[in-house]
């Protein structure tokens, strides 16, 4: 899945066609569908693509769980932070609720959500390799472009009067490249930090909720 949306997000020649990711709606009601999206509005990088994708990943794995789990866990929980604002109370109040619904033990639930955790390791690993090989694709072969430029410069100085011509044409070639490798290597930084912000801010949802689990149970 990250493959597909690196290549759309990142390797996108078009960005007018790129698919615009809506927030999903809020549960309203005691579930034990796919849980709400975990959401930091105060992070200042654009990540939300990458939030909503990790959220995505998370959704899918959570659909193969036919038993209660972690994340249905974490489904009750926001269902009743609407009402019910105190933490510890919303804990041990859906803890309460997960047992009348399939008994859990605590211990299965920090399980549970260690295999969540799991899935955006994994994830990661996927990205970090589009990465590497967007980056050797784009950049690499740039770089080699611009080393053959100079040296071949160097053989066009020698004969400088009857190439002249050659010598203006890779001048210009050799700026022009080189501006797309600080172009590409700033949109490749300005992604990596995009999903990096978002890995963060969802590693650690999912490690303060399984946390909570030994502070409030």
């Given amino acids: 899945m990250l493959k597909n949306l690196f290549e759309k997000y990142v390797y996108s020649a078009d960005e007018s066609k790129e698919v615009i990711l809506k927030e999903p709606p809020k549960i309203e009601k005691v ?11 105060f992070s200042t990088i654009d990540d939300s693509k990458y939030v ?12 193969t769980v036919s038993e209660f789990d972690f994340m249905k866990f974490v489904n009750i929980l926001n269902t009743n932070s609407a009402f019910i604002p105190d933490e510890a109370t ?13 008994p859990i033990s605590v211990e299965a639930l920090e399980n549970s959500a260690k295999s969540y955790i799991a899935i955006l390791s994994k994830e990661q690993s996927e990205f970090e390799s589009e990465v590497s090989k967007f980056e050797m694709e784009n950049v690499e072969t740039r770089i080699k472009r611009l080393e053959d430029i100079e040296k071949e ?41 995009s999903f990096n912000s978002a890995m963060n801010k969802i590693s650690n949802s999912l490690l303060k909720y399984s946390e909570n689990l030994r502070k409030y149970i």
């Fill in 31 to 41: 579930t034990t569908n796919i849980p709400t999206p975990f959401v930091d509005n």
């Fill in 52 to 63: 909503e994708l990790l959220n995505q990943s998370i959704a899918e794995y959570s659909k």
């Fill in 90 to 102: 919303r804990y041990k109040v859906a803890y309460s609720t997960a047992n009348s619904i399939s």
């Fill in 153 to 193: 410069k160097i053989d066009i100085q020698n004969k400088i009067v009857e190439m002249q011509n050659k010598l203006s044409q890779l001048s210009d070639e050799s700026i022009q490249t080189a501006n797309q490798v600080r172009e590409i290597k700033a949109e490749i930084d300005t992604k990596k930090n």
